[in-house]
């Protein structure tokens, strides 16, 4: 298990807070030299630990194109593995664009030794939302799964994102894309 030095953690904490933020800012905020800012983040980056991301608000609170946002939790039938569901979902070109608009994040999980997908699926009214799953993607795990794979569905309606991340919580501390500069350091957390 990798475990972050002193160094380590205060270059990922700059980056917490504003991801676009440079090397040259990085060590002037650390006192932390600039090639060993650089050599530490190239090895974060190409070690998979640091990732960056662009997220557009697309909810009520920005765009308001997909203001509405239900949770889906389906429970497929015992014998699908997450191998497999992940090779054919992956693999699957329908999918692939499906999820580019409709899906904010998903996971797999277990359940009672059963395969569990958790889905966030956006739309631009609840009831949209619903024939987006039951017109769009369960058709697709039908045809991907079998007509019997779907076990058990529970679905939640989201109202409002309160975390993201850790350390994000757009409706308290992001300012102009980044954390805000008066958030304290010690409710940034690193590891």
Request: with cysteine; proline share 3%.
């Amino acid at each position: 298990m990798k475990q972050l030095d002193d160094q380590e953690r205060k270059i990922v904490r700059e980056l917490i807070k504003d991801p676009r933020i440079s090397d040259n800012q990085i060590a002037k905020n650390t006192k932390v030299p600039v090639m060993t800012v650089n050599r530490k983040r190239k090895a974060l980056e190409e070690s998979k630990l640091l990732n960056y991301y662009c997220y557009l608000d697309t909810s009520r609170y920005g765009l308001e194109i997909l203001s509405a946002r239900q949770l889906y939790i389906i429970k497929f039938k015992i014998g699908i593995t997450k191998k497999e569901f992940i090779e054919k979902i992956t693999n699957e070109a329908e999918i692939k664009t499906f999820f580019t608009v409709h899906e904010l994040n998903s996971f797999v999980g277990e359940k009672d030794g059963q395969l569990i997908y958790a889905v966030v699926i956006e739309g631009g009214k609840g009831n949209e939302i619903v024939e987006i799953f039951n017109g769009k993607l369960v058709p697709m795990m039908y045809r991907l799964f079998g007509n019997d794979c779907i076990k058990e569905t529970f679905a939640f309606r989201l109202t409002t994102q309160l975390r993201l991340l850790h350390n994000y919580m757009p409706l308290l501390n992001i300012e102009r894309g980044k954390i805000k500069k008066t958030w304290p350091d010690d409710f940034i957390f690193v590891d």
